[in-house]
Every structure is written in C-alpha cells, then in structure tokens.
C-alpha cells in the first residue's frame, strides 16, 4: 500500500480533566415593590395672565374694555356725577378735569386718552380695574 492509501492513524487519546465543584448560589427572594401614589403636578402659570374679555352691550360704545369700564364707573351715563364730585362715564375726578359737557364722543376720547397714558391699553385698565374695583 501506498503512503496516500493508509489508513488514518488514532488521534491522541483524550484526557480527562477535574471539574471543580461550583457551591449553589442561594436564591434571591423577591419582593413587590408598590408604586407611589401620584401626586397631582400644578401646571405652571404663565407670567402674564390672561384676562377674559368682557362682552359688550350696546349703549356705550363698541370697546369692550371701555364698556366694562363705563358700566361700572357710571353706567354708561355721560351726564353722571358721584359723592365726590367726580364726572362722566369714567368719572374723572376732580369733574373740573372732564373738559367736556355731555358729549359720549368727547368724553371716550378723553377716557382713552387716559387710558392708554395711564396704562398702556384699555385691556390693561380693564385688568387694573378687576384687581381694584377702579382706575
């Protein structure tokens, strides 16, 4: 026979090795774990708070702000004039100030003017007033 036909020769023989003994490991118990309670998260302000517009009723003008005002002040009545002397829809006080008589046109625009000098928009005067109860 030659060389390539031999048969294949027996590989080395196998060593047997020690397995070490592994110690159990003790089993862990368990425990359920409740939940916090939830606790209610307040959403946060915002720095300006909105103020709601008031509606308008006619007989004082289509300014909602001013109305609102107006009703309060004199209810909507040019010609008014308070204990202490104050005078018109906005009661300007002193009433010597209002530089006009009667006149709705005349006085919502002195009450404007004051308004927007004062505090910047009626919508301002508005918040001013619902925190004061005046202006």
């Not at 001013?66 to 906005?90: D, K, P």
Request: proline share 10%; charged share 10%; glycine share 8%.
């Amino acid at each position: 026979m030659s060389a390539a036909a031999l048969p294949p020769t027996d590989p080395a023989p196998i060593q047997l090795t020690k397995i070490a003994i592994v110690k159990k490991i003790p089993t862990i118990k368990s425990r359920v774990i409740k939940p916090l309670a939830k606790v209610p998260v307040p959403a946060p302000k915002p720095a300006v708070q909105a103020v709601a517009r008031p509606s308008v009723v006619s007989g004082c003008g289509d300014n909602s702000y001013a109305h609102f005002i107006y009703e309060h002040e004199s209810g909507c009545n040019t010609g008014a004039v308070n204990a202490l002397g104050c005078r018109g829809i906005g009661q300007a006080c002193p009433g010597s100030k209002l530089p006009c008589g009667a006149d709705y046109a005349c006085q919502n625009a002195y009450f404007t003017n004051y308004a927007i000098s004062t505090y910047g928009s009626w919508a301002n005067a508005y918040s001013f007033w619902l925190a004061h109860s005046w202006w």
